[in-house]
């Protein structure tokens, strides 16, 4: 399995598990709604800015974000 789609499996599931829909996720991170559509269906590469500003709205750390990955 390659890494964008762990990651974003991984995303999708802490972003659930604090009922954000993808779109309301997108607004509270402040990042486009097309944009993380576009990521979490691997059509887009984040980077390391993006990913870390992920994990901070999640209330973790990159490293527990990327943990497994």
């Not at 559509?37 to 527990?64: D, F, M, V, Y």
Request: hydrophobic share 45%; charged share 30%; net charge positive.
């Amino acid at each position: 399995m390659d890494f964008k789609k762990k990651f974003w499996d991984r995303v999708r599931l802490l972003r659930t598990e604090k009922w954000y829909s993808q779109e309301g996720f997108a607004t509270f991170c402040k990042l486009h709604r097309t944009y993380m559509g576009l990521i979490e269906r691997w059509k887009a590469n984040i980077t390391l800015e993006n990913i870390l500003l992920i994990a901070k709205k999640l209330g973790i750390t990159a490293s527990e974000l990327l943990k497994g990955i």
